[in-house]
């Protein structure tokens, strides 16, 4: 066997929201790294994708229908057999940004509903599917683009932060490329994507010292299937390493990972079966090089406590611990690690925890945790909570919480503190 438990459940960590013991033990069955790695890749058993009526509401444009569609995603990542696709989906989220705050509540939802579905697929698919979603045309505004009246706004971020990333194009090529992308636009009446062949520029532009009749389409192909495939295929390797790896790869692992995901001719899956395939994967500076995103800190919560979305309630606390789902903060998405250091999203955090340890007592988690030796009341929060390897300090410091109350004769409040304690401690805490 060439793995640990240990390694299990790192896996299970970056590739969803946290593994149960029963999870790694069956996994834990399999007899090579090889076969864990695309055990957790087989997204076979993945549940019907279906939108929520309330989401569907004319009636109410906002609240209700975003209410509903962070709960269901929320549901999905915490109770998906799946769990991967669940996190790519997210991934992409905070890749290809859209934000509601830009349109209705449905349109976003089908967005996500779309990357949901290519998550692990093709590349070229889903970028191209991306450029003609409803919501990335109203929130970079190309539905207005069009012929002598261009509109550069997704053309660049297209290039610069979509799939390419900086010194790869230059402001002429923006410039052409916004023309290239005329004509593509949005039906407001089916709130779907319409080409309006009259809107769109025909003339010859150069693009990447290529001049010809651009259309917007042909101009992903060329990045992702043409001559810019390996700048293409190294942007987007670094940014899916520093999201399910951690940050400042050495480069000798972007090449191999470039190289593989252009050999896999740019399937999804195969770049991140080559990310968890990696030594450096199961390093102990990537075991400790990403903090959990508020809502994946929240989801791997209600994975834990058997909580769900309507009781849980993470609507209330998304926006205060930093993470706004289906609303990233701009174009470029929510930073991650640092970005999500901040003493208000820390305070926003909290609030979640202190809301939580109630749910959780009524639903009798950690009860008779109180007349446990404190040893064994803190072996049940780790266990509970997956947290494989706590540090010493950790667990030291949970010891010290139950014998504590216990000695003030407090042994009622050791079943809700074990859930703040266990939530807000820098093991759960880590991703």
């Known amino acids: 066997m060439d793995f640990t438990r240990a390694d299990v459940a790192h896996l299970l960590r970056r590739a ?3 593994g149960t013991t029963a999870e790694i033990d069956a996994l834990m069955e399999l007899d090579s790294w090889a076969e864990v790695v695309d055990r957790v890749l087989d997204t076979t058993a993945n549940p019907a994708d279906v939108i929520p009526e309330a989401v569907e509401d004319r009636d109410d444009q906002w609240y209700v229908p975003w209410v509903s569609s962070v709960q269901y995603w929320m549901d999905r990542m915490a109770t998906s057999p799946t769990p991967i696709v669940e996190k790519m989906t997210l991934f992409w989220h905070g890749f290809f940004v859209s934000s509601v705050e830009k349109m209705v509540t449905r349109v976003m939802f089908k967005q996500i509903k779309t990357y949901r579905a290519l998550a692990l697929g093709d590349l070229h698919e889903l970028a191209q599917e991306m450029a ?17 009246n261009p509109n550069e706004n997704f053309a660049r ?63 992903i192909t ?26 400042a790869p050495a480069p000798a692992v972007i090449d191999d990972l470039a190289a593989a995901f252009v050999t896999a001719d740019m399937d999804i899956k195969e770049l991140v079966r080559a990310i968890f395939l990696r030594p450096e994967f199961r390093t102990p500076a990537v075991r400790t090089g990403l903090l959990r995103s508020p809502v994946e800190w929240m989801v791997a919560t209600m994975r834990a406590l058997g909580l769900p979305a309507n009781v849980a309630r993470p609507e209330w606390f998304v926006e205060r611990a930093g993470q706004y789902l289906y609303a990233p903060p701009n174009v470029g998405g929510w930073r991650a690690n640092e970005g999500w250091i901040a003493t208000s999203t820390t305070w926003g955090r909290g609030s979640f925890a202190s809301h939580i340890q109630w749910m959780a007592r009524d639903r009798g988690v950690f009860a008779g945790a109180g007349s446990m030796t404190p040893a064994a009341a803190a072996q049940m929060a780790f266990d509970r909570f997956g947290v494989a390897e706590p540090s ?14 216990q000695t003030a004769h407090r042994g009622w409040a050791v079943q809700p503190g074990l859930v703040v304690l266990m939530m807000m401690s820098p093991d759960f805490q880590a991703a």
């Open 132 to 148: 003609k979603d409803p919501a990335m045309l109203l929130y970079l505004d190309n539905w207005t683009n069009k012929v002598g």
């Open 16 to 18: 969803g929201f946290g």
């Open 392 to 405: 010493p300090a950790t667990r030291a410091a949970v010891e010290a919480y139950v014998r504590g109350e």
């Open 157 to 219: 971020e297209l290039m610069e932060l979509f799939l390419l990333g900086q010194g790869h194009y230059t402001e002429a090529d923006v410039v052409d490329m916004a023309r290239a992308w005329t004509g593509h636009s949005f039906d407001t009446e089916g709130e779907t994507y319409i080409y309006y062949p009259g809107r769109h520029d025909n003339g010859q532009k150069t693009i990447w010292g290529m001049t010809r009749n651009w259309d917007g389409p042909d101009t």
């Open 222 to 247: 060329e990045m992702v299937r043409g001559s810019k495939q390996q700048a293409c295929a190294r942007f987007v390797a670094t940014k899916l390493w520093a999201f399910l790896a951690g940050p």
